[in-house]
């Protein structure tokens, strides 16, 4: 073989070597870029609805609704479970007196959330969590504590529920954290402020009944002993 046919095999070699080169940085590249698209945070609607399939999502500033109105019976809790919520529910004012919890009105709202959820978060917090993966995760594991904490707890109301169905209202203020809360479930409905405050008031009264025990236990203690002193000095 001629030094010139050596130089013309050697020319095509680096040709090839050339466009393989080329054609494995573009595939180097097509990779990078899958891996890139699959390392994309999903939305938080994205991780809500793939924790809860069913559940329900809606945007809008719950913020200035007042505690005292989200606590009542008569609330439109049951309005927020569907994904094209009226907002004229912002606005919401009682018209006339809070109906009891046996009330067969409020009874059938609380029926019809059974088993569901709902989400609602102020647009400025959906922004920030465009923008904050960090904070969309703290977020969904705040409220996924939640619920799973609520599952966990048995309502006590004229006696005991086992692992009654529920349902969640869960409304977030513009920091992430739960702003409002309703839990629905088959032996009662109330606000998450109402079951603190029955949970404390049930508490109290434990704690009265082990004092009113306790005083029982003494006073039938002396009157033990002053039995005892009376036998004795009557023996004497």
């Not at 505690?67 to 008569?74: A, I, T, Y």
């Not at 349902?167 to 992430?176: K, V």
């Not at 088959?186 to 025990?213: G, L």
Request: positive net charge.
């Amino acid at each position: 073989m001629s030094i010139l046919d050596c130089n013309i095999m050697l020319k095509r070699v680096c040709q090839n070597t050339l466009r393989n080169s080329k054609t494995t940085a573009g595939n180097i590249m097509t990779f990078k870029e899958k891996l890139s698209n699959t390392k994309k945070v999903s939305s938080f609607e994205d991780m809500w609805k793939s924790k809860f399939p069913e559940a329900y999502y809606n945007v809008m500033d719950t913020s200035k609704i007042d505690s005292s109105l989200w606590r009542r019976n008569d609330y439109p809790w049951e309005k927020y479970f569907t994904n094209n919520i009226d907002k004229s529910v912002l606005n919401w004012k009682p018209s006339d007196y809070e109906p009891s919890m046996s009330d067969t009105k409020v009874q059938a709202r609380i029926r019809s959330t059974i088993g569901k959820k709902s989400i609602v978060l102020p647009p400025v917090l959906e922004e920030k969590m465009k923008n904050d993966p960090q904070l969309a995760q703290e977020v969904i594991e705040r409220v996924e504590h939640f619920i799973l904490t609520q599952d966990l707890t048995v309502i006590h109301h004229k006696g005991y529920y086992p692992n009654p169905l529920k349902g969640y209202l869960i409304a977030l203020d513009e920091n992430g954290k739960i702003a409002h809360s309703c839990v629905t479930s088959e032996s009662i409905s109330i606000s998450s402020d109402e079951y603190i405050k029955r949970r404390e008031k049930q508490y109290q009264f434990d704690i009265e009944q082990e004092k009113n025990a306790e005083k029982k236990d003494k006073y039938m203690h002396i009157l033990e002993e002053n039995a005892l002193k009376k036998s004795l000095f009557l023996l004497n």
